[in-house]
């Protein structure tokens, strides 16, 4: 039986998070052994973009390319995966959290009577049962979850699967999800995304500034840290609030939730609140001139100085060595 | 304009998260529990657009008696009644049906609730609530503002927003800055008190996906200080120790 991937794409491509997607349902079909796995992707984007999906685990690719659909209505959407799952008799759908994927997902559980399951960090145990784990208190804790129902869906946290990337090409099949008019019928005024830049929930380093960076001309040396990792920039949310930053740059509770590989933070102090945003981080960097500031805690590495002396000294040591 | 407002009864943001029963449930000891911040800022969007309009505003709950102060807080903040579902919110799809059998008594134009919960974070009822009643949910919402029985609105997309038109009704998860918290004064927490709290019974009781056992997470390592005259130090650890470079 097959495993639907919900797949999302930006600027011509696949997004990162759903090549993970794919892989962690190649890795579902693998560990069950039966079935193959086969992604669904919506609207305008170039078949050979899409036959990219091969390489992290998929064998096939359905398209609907509707224009309509390639802003991302979330009830079109919904009706079209609907529509897809129904057609290749999957029972499984997974997708990458997003924030078009939540929507997605919740209304497509309705839908296809599917139990839900959301910020899964790991493959299920699939040994007499169907149990998932996932991430519960914002990274705080873990459930495991057990779902009852035939038809599942898994929305994944980053990371719960490693990236494959030696598959070959998938074989994209043109299909009609006939959406109805219906389903359009909120309407996508216009869209303002920074493009070029990377994004901050998908990335895989993110340079972080707080309240200890004084005021937003302050700022360049961080995107000067960030440029020369090919990092995203965050910040914590007093930071977003006074407007020293755009909103979807605030990292938190409240906030965007990040998972790169290296999160470093500069001048922020680490609430509980701060952190529950990034504990899902694999190493944690923290700059700041308060030794006593709770960020330490929680940090792999640390550095204890003036923002302003160390981020210009380590973004050259860093451009030495990259 | 009738306005419904779901509110999740959650621990503090800052409380420590602890089980008990040999990890089957959460430990309450020493938590103090408030309106989901996200529930918090649908709150406050919601007394602003019912006093333009001039309609009514209801909250509502789905959990046991425990969560009556909760509800009494968003009563002082300016919902005009309550109501709680009396039951255990065991999972999305159960909380779902009871907020859609009840809003759909209601007869609501807006439905707002919060972008998540903080407790099982899943993001999910508002468009599970949306599909069963087969109206349009939208999350998250950043802004909201109301014309006629048109909404316009703006929803956080990754590293940017995108700005929506759709008629009511709707249903909306709500984040910043579509308001400010507010806080309760005096008068509110005096009219609180008479206002109405409609204790109803859940509807089914079927769930889908319970949470069997929990467990946190493993603790954290010592941090590696590095002096801030070496750098480079620094540098090298990240490459060749974490191996994140
Ligand atoms: C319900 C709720 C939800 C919240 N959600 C979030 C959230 O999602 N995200 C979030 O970030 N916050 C959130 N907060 C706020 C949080 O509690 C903190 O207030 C906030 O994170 C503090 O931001 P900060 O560390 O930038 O500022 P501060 O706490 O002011 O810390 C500034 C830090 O910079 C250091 N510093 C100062 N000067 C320098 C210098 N020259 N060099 C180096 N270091 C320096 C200081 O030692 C200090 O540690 C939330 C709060 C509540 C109540
Ligand atoms: N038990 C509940 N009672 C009332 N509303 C709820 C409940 N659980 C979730 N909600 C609403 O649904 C939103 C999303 O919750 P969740 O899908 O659990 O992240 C919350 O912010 C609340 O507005």
């Not at chain 1, 669904?40 to 509707?66: C, T, Y």
């Not at chain 1, 509770?253 to 504990?279: M, R």
């Not at chain 2, 529990?33 to 919601?46: K, Q």
């Not at chain 2, 316009?152 to 400010?180: D, S, W």
Request: hydrophobic share 40%.
């Amino acid at each position: 039986m097959s495993v639907l991937v919900y797949i999302e794409h930006a600027d011509g491509q696949i997004k990162k998070t759903s090549l993970e997607a794919i892989s962690f349902a190649k890795g579902l079909v693998d560990k069950t052994g039966e079935g193959d796995v086969v992604a669904v992707a919506l609207g305008s984007i170039e078949s050979a973009a899409l036959a990219k999906a091969g390489s992290a685990g998929a064998s096939k690719v359905m398209h609907d390319p509707n224009d309509k659909l390639s802003a991302g209505v979330i009830q079109a959407h919904a009706s079209a995966v609907a529509s897809a799952f129904k057609q290749t008799g999957a029972k499984t759908v997974v997708m990458a959290k997003s924030s078009l994927a939540d929507a997605v997902a919740a209304r497509l559980a309705i839908k296809i009577n599917a139990g839900l399951v959301s910020n899964v960090v790991e493959l299920p145990n699939t040994d007499g049962g169907y149990t998932v784990k996932r991430s519960i208190y914002t990274g705080k804790a873990f459930a495991e979850t057990s779902l009852a129902t035939e038809n599942k869906i898994l929305a994944i946290k980053k990371n719960a699967a490693d990236l494959i990337t030696d598959g070959a090409d998938a074989q994209v099949e043109q299909f009609d999800a006939g959406v109805a008019d219906s389903d359009f019928a909120a309407k996508i005024t216009s869209t303002d995304r920074a493009t070029g830049d990377v994004l901050l929930p998908e990335a895989d380093i993110v340079v972080s500034g707080g309240r200890g960076l004084k005021g937003p001309e302050n700022w360049g040396m961080i995107e000067d840290m960030a440029k020369t990792l090919g990092a995203a920039t965050g910040c914590s949310k007093p930071v977003s609030d006074i407007g020293w930053r755009p909103h979807h740059e605030h990292v938190g509770q409240t906030g965007i939730k990040v998972a790169p590989s290296l999160y470093i933070a500069v001048g922020i102090s680490g609430a509980i609140q701060h952190l529950a945003g990034v504990n899902s981080s694999k190493c944690i960097v923290v700059i700041n001139k308060d030794p006593e500031a709770p960020f330490f805690k929680a940090a792999d590495y640390g550095i204890v100085g003036d923002a302003f002396d160390v981020v210009p000294k380590l973004t050259e040591a860093l451009k030495a060595e990259l | 304009m009738n306005i419904l407002v779901c509110i999740t009864h959650v621990p503090d943001t800052t409380s420590k998260i602890q089980f008990t029963d040999n990890n089957t449930k959460f430990d309450t000891t020493g938590v103090q529990f408030i309106i989901g911040p996200y529930d918090d800022y649908a709150l406050a969007r919601a007394v602003e657009l019912r006093d333009q309009t001039s309609g009514k505003l209801t909250v509502l709950n789905v959990g046991g008696a425990e969560t009556e102060p909760t509800l009494r807080k968003a009563l002082a903040i300016g919902a005009d009644e309550a109501i709680r579902v009396n039951a255990e919110p065991k999972d999305s799809y159960f909380v779902a049906q009871q907020i859609a059998h009840y809003a759909k008594e209601g007869g609501y134009d807006l439905i707002l609730m919060g972008r998540e919960s903080i407790d099982f974070n899943g993001g999910m009822v508002h468009g599970m609530v949306g599909e069963i009643l087969g109206m349009p949910s939208f999350s998250p919402v950043m802004k909201l503002d109301i014309d006629g029985t048109t909404a316009n609105m703006q929803r956080e997309i990754e590293g940017g927003k995108e700005n929506l038109e759709a008629n009511l009704p709707l249903i909306a998860g709500c984040q910043e800055p579509i308001a400010e918290w507010k806080i309760p004064n005096m008068r509110g927490i005096m009219s609180a008190r008479t206002k109405p709290m409609n204790v109803v019974d859940p509807v089914g009781d079927e769930t889908q996906a319970e949470a069997k056992s929990y467990a946190l997470p493993p603790a954290k390592a010592e941090v590696k200080l590095i002096d801030a005259d070496n750098v480079s130090e620094l540098v090298s650890l990240l490459k060749n120790e974490a191996k994140v470079l």
